[in-house]
């Protein structure tokens, strides 16, 4: 019987070898399952070009059989105590263990790490990501709904605001607001011990009104299409319009750049965001499933 050479990897980040393994697989688990995958790989990529304070964290489980990726798992955090966990495994390769091994580790680290909440995701449509999710533990908690701009309206505002392009100096406010509108309110207080994220400075907007911040909006942009995220009004300003008004002022910005492929995630029990996008010609398009373990 031919010897199989297995390997699991770990790593704080993904270099480009692994990144353009991951894209590979990811294509092929596209192809045959039919299926949507939030592995934020180009955020993931990119944070192997910035300098990350404290200590060594493991981020990324790849598991190589005879030198092929055969399955994945990441660890990704975006604001707040929260780790969202998410992966794949080669159709060839399943019910195999593979991924079970991945997980374990994966867990374990977000344990060392104190998380609050722990999340795995999966798409709605996933017989496969459901069974794994069950077989673990798994309890449902929310789902996100994938939207794209699939309707052209008005993007005139009878309000003036301003999206400012966010400076270093920015970086606690962005920090804050992500606590505020993405995580348990007692994480606010925790907002100096956020790391330094040149990423999330790169891609954000300040929303000001008579040059008072009153909320943020992200735009990232990849090739010929642009997403839309982080984006939040703070609470004293709601109810007013302005989420509206700094939505339709993104879309002008996106348009100067000849992109009309836009998209953005939005939670379904959202109802009022959920409302603002359809508003402004945003449809749903997939779902993703977060169950917490």
């Known amino acids: ?45 990119e944070l192997n ?41 080669h ?16 867990k374990n680290e977000c344990i060392n790490r104190n998380f609050k909440k722990i999340l795995l995701l999966t798409d709605g449509i996933s017989d496969s990501g459901k069974e794994f999710i069950k077989a673990v533990g798994g ?5 996100e709904y994938g939207m794209e701009l699939l309707k052209q309206t008005s993007l005139k505002n009878e309000i003036t605001i301003n999206l400012r392009k966010a400076e270093e100096s920015d970086n606690l406010e962005i920090a804050r607001q992500d606590l505020i509108y993405f995580s348990d309110k007692e994480d606010v207080e925790n907002v100096e011990e956020i790391e ?19 909320g943020k909006i992200h735009i990232k942009y990849d090739d010929n299409s642009a997403f839309i995220l982080g984006f939040g009004i703070l609470p004293e300003f709601r109810g007013k319009g302005f989420g509206k008004t700094a939505l339709k002022e993104a879309l002008k910005i996106i348009k100067e750049r000849n992109i009309s492929n836009v998209g953005l995630d939005v939670a379904a029990k959202n109802k009022r965001a959920l409302n603002l996008y359809k508003s402004c010609g945003f449809e749903e398009k997939s779902t993703m499933d977060y169950y917490k373990i």
């Open 91 to 106: 159709p060839k390769w399943r019910r195999k263990g593979k991924f079970k091994k991945l997980f374990e580790l994966a």
């Open 1 to 45: 019987m031919q010897e199989i050479n297995q390997k699991i990897i770990i790593k704080q980040y993904l270099m480009e070898k692994e990144y353009k393994e991951l894209k590979e697989l990811e294509e092929i688990i596209k192809l045959v399952d039919k299926v949507n995958l939030k592995l934020e790989l180009d955020y993931k990529l």
């Open 139 to 143: 309890q449902y908690d929310f789902t």
């Open 196 to 214: 330094e994220d040149k990423i999330r400075i790169e891609t954000a907007n300040i929303i000001e009104l008579n040059n008072i911040t009153i």
């Open 49 to 89: 070009n910035i300098s990350v304070c404290g200590t060594e964290r493991i981020n990324e489980f790849l598991y190589y059989e005879d030198g092929v990726l055969v399955s994945y798992l990441g660890i990704s955090c975006f604001g707040g105590n929260v780790a969202e966990l998410n992966g794949m495994t």
